[in-house]
């Protein structure tokens, strides 16, 4: 095991020790957040990113030896296991070199090579390959037998290249040399299947189009691969074969005679027969593996960031899901998102409805004195907006809310548990409005592949995809923290330690016991244990607990440290902190010891500045330009305000309201050279843009957010070289292509990409 760890520790650039102590950690059963927050002394201070990584890496390792272990015995009990081929499997460092060195030895259903070996013709194909001066058919007319089904000598010359054949292509040297043609000078060809060019059109771009499998980004590697999927385009994938024939014979032709002839068809037929599918398999494997990795890493972060947008908090909300001729339902909520009234009203339908409406809102509005106003961006989103703002109402914060998600909401279990007497439009309209008071505390409530942010997640390994996802909504949850007592069940499940089982436990104490006054009394609910209470009690918080160290991130195993602080500064822990300056004065060094280093005592230190303060930005409220409704209303030279609702490797997606994001090209994002879009752009973020094309029939939109500088045509230019080059460039305007990445999951790819697999 000691060997993982180097391995690791080589490939992350970090110390060995610092993996030893992680993984520790790990087995133990403690979490990502916890080991990266509370165990700092211990693994050197790695962030998530770093342990998730090891985390990862530590198991595919284990299961490369598992796989190993798996190999040997096999070969073991077909007696065929050597010293030598067992020195080989013991040093395989990857998954693909220990499936080529069993290559030759796994039992495989019956081939012609197994079939000529049969015939007893394996020593002419070893004489074969010797390649002697030699004549052949002298040699091949002492193999033909009617007892063993060998009639000529054409036919026993023809069953030896097929052992060759097989040979050649399953010797593991051979097939590293052809697997490295295939991802350095492979070509990905797609071509659109005869008659399919109409039923097809979303794949134009794919219908004649060639590109180099090692550049081939994720989105059109899926892209291609869904469009075969469904029998719209072919896809070949394969190197110049005078390419991988020279390879080949420089790798097994040694002379120039008879022999060799023989041997140089068996490579031939091999390679056409045997390793050129076989690679082809194998490589689209991994460009999948890959582009899937890619795309759920995109994800992921996506996800992560729209989690984390920043929440209005407790504020008395009325929210409305519109809709034209169904009407708008409406909702009004308390500030902990309680649902106090809900009714239809028709703005839309005719003026004696829309008078009814107003009267409705405004008599709701003051009822209730309502703070904000949320407003579904679907269907009838822009017109309830107007409608809702012509009516002045003073002091109202009304905001636009993504409602992807939220029809899956309302009709799950979840909704039902919580509104069991009321339909999925009403909880759709409580969906809307609580986003706007914190997005993450309603998010966490559905599947995190309907919330709007992804693409082809239908395409990618979908276990890998709900793992990312998980560790994505854990990372969030834990990173802001929750509020013991008015959390719901599904984002306590989040919380290190926790899970559902535990949340559903900590809920139904809470129901019979009243609200919790400290974290301690977390022991008392069933079959939460020691563990679990260590790995949670951080992230937990208590608003006006009776110790007041409970409403920060401060853990219950650091209280008795800052009550000797406190002691021996001559006051309380509250005093410390209320005082900036009583802790500047706080010697820490002489807190050191061997469980507590600086590391953990200057976070002590900074949470006590600012107590459970939420690490999300403030809100700001953002409003659509007056009149813009709809992408017809859009003219080029246009500048709008918009919110960033996708990344891709080639730009971003930007709602301007108008039901159809329009595309910021990443030559069009900033007037400097930049290589990836999340160096300038966040999800969510708001930016003004310039309309510079519009086409209304294929609802495409082009933004730029680029300011008139004299530097702009190189910095365009040089932008535009990391487009596809030539007349078969796909058209990037496609919403299809939707692929969001930021800071995060690109550290932690960039620490993935070290790993050898």
């Known amino acids: 095991m000691s060997i993982h760890y180097k391995i690791i520790a080589a490939e992350l650039s970090v110390a060995e020790k610092q993996v030893t102590a992680t993984v520790g950690l790990l087995d133990e059963g403690a979490t990502v957040p916890f080991i990266s927050r509370y165990r700092k002394e211990l693994t050197g201070s790695l962030d998530e990113v770093q342990v998730a990584a090891i985390r990862d890496r530590v198991q595919q390792l284990r299961e490369l030896d598992k796989r190993r272990e798996a190999i040997l015995k096999s070969l073991t009990d077909l007696g065929k296991l050597t ?19 069993y290559l030759p030895y ?19 194909a070893d004489v074969l390959l010797e390649q002697n001066n030699i004549d052949p058919e002298l040699i091949a007319a002492e193999y033909i037998s009617d007892e063993k089904g060998v009639a000529s000598v054409e036919e026993a010359l023809a069953g030896a290249r097929d052992i060759i ?56 590697i899926l892209a291609m691969r869904r ?71 995109v994800f992921a972060e996506n996800a992560r960031q729209l989690l984390l947008a920043a929440p209005l908090g407790q504020k008395r909300v009325l929210a409305l899901d519109p809709g034209f001729r169904t009407g708008c339902k409406l909702v009004c909520l308390d500030e902990q998102g309680k649902l106090l009234e809900n009714t239809t009203v028709y703005p839309h339908t005719g003026a004696g409805q829309a008078r009814e409406a107003e009267k409705t809102v405004q008599h709701l509005f003051q009822k209730y004195n309502i703070e904000a106003i949320a407003i579904g961006n679907g269907t009838a989103g822009r017109e309830t907006e107007v409608f809702v703002r012509n009516l002045n109402l003073s002091g109202a914060t009304i905001v636009m809310v993504n409602e992807s998600g939220a029809s899956i909401y309302s009709a799950s279990e979840v909704a039902r548990e919580e509104f ?41 390994d979908q276990n890998k995809l709900q793992t990312s996802l998980d560790d994505t909504v854990i990372s969030a949850v834990n990173a802001v923290g929750v509020e013991l007592n008015t959390a719901s069940k599904q984002i306590l499940a989040y919380v290190s330690g926790l899970g559902p089982q535990l949340a559903q436990n900590i809920v139904e104490y809470r129901n019979q016991n009243g609200a919790f006054k400290r974290r301690e009394q977390l022991k008392k609910v069933p079959r939460l244990g020691d563990k679990a209470f260590e790995q949670a009690a951080g992230f937990l918080r208590i608003h006006n607990a009776e110790n007041p160290l409970d409403t920060s991130a401060v853990h219950p195993e650091r209280y008795g440290l800052l009550e000797q602080m406190a002691t021996d500064m001559k006051c309380t822990v509250k005093d410390l902190m209320g005082n900036p300056t009583l802790r500047k004065s706080i010697p820490l060094q002489k807190y050191v010891s061997e469980t507590v280093g600086l590391p953990t005592l200057n ?10 303060r939420d690490p999300r930005e403030q809100f700001e409220a953002f409003s659509f330009t007056d009149g813009i409704n709809a992408i017809g209303d859009l003219k080029v030279g246009m500048k709008l305000p918009g919110i960033v609702t996708n ?32 160096e300038v752009l966040k999800v969510h973020q708001k930016v003004e843009v310039t309309v510079t094309e519009v086409d209304v029939n294929r609802k ?58």
Not at 432 to 440: N, Q, S
Not at 647 to 676: E, M
């Open 83 to 101: 010293p030598e081929l067992e020195k080989q499997i013991n040093e395989a460092e990857t998954m693909v070199t220990l499936e080529d060195i």
């Open 106 to 124: 796994r039992p495989k259903r019956k081939t012609r090579a197994t079939a000529a070996r049969e015939k007893g013709l394996q020593p002419l």
């Open 165 to 220: 054949a097989e040979t050649v292509a399953e010797n593991a040297e051979v097939r590293t040399k052809i697997r490295e043609l295939f991802v350095e000078k492979g070509t990905f060809a797609s071509r659109v299947v005869e008659g399919k060019e109409e039923a097809g059109i979303k794949y134009k771009d794919y219908f004649e189009w060639t590109e180099p499998v090692k550049t081939a980004p994720s989105h059109r």
């Open 227 to 297: 469009g075969e999927k469904e029998e719209i385009l072919w896809l070949d994938l394969k190197p110049e074969e005078e390419d991988a024939l020279e390879i080949l014979e420089n790798s097994v032709i040694k002379a120039n005679n008879q022999a060799s002839g023989q041997v140089r068809l068996a490579v031939t037929d091999g390679y056409k027969r045997l390793l050129k599918p076989s690679m082809e398999t194998e490589v689209r494997l991994l460009t999948k593996k890959k582009a899937d990795e890619e795309a759920i890493r």
């Open 420 to 460: 069991p007497d009321y339909d999925v439009t009403v909880r759709g309209a409580v969906s809307i409005g609580r986003r706007l008071m914190d997005p993450l505390a309603e998010l966490v409530k559905i599947d995190p592949k309907s919330i709007g942010v992804g693409q082809y997640q239908h395409d990618v």
């Open 603 to 612: 976070d002590i230190m900074a949470e006590l500045a600012k107590p459970g």
């Open 647 to 678: 990344i891709t490797a080639f730009g971003a997606f930007v709602d301007i309201g108008v039901h159809q994001d329009g595309l910021v090209h990443l030559s069009q994002i900033t007037n400097r050279y930049i290589k990836d879009p999340n």
């Open 700 to 757: 495409r939109i082009a933004l730029s957010m680029k300011e008139n500088d004299k530097s702009e045509p190189n910095n365009q230019r040089r932008n535009d070289d990391r487009r596809p080059q030539g007349n078969n460039k796909p058209n990037f305007n496609k919403r299809a292509e939707k692929e969001p990445e930021t800071d995060m999951a690109l550290k932690l790819a960039a620490l993935k990409g070290k790993f050898k697999l």
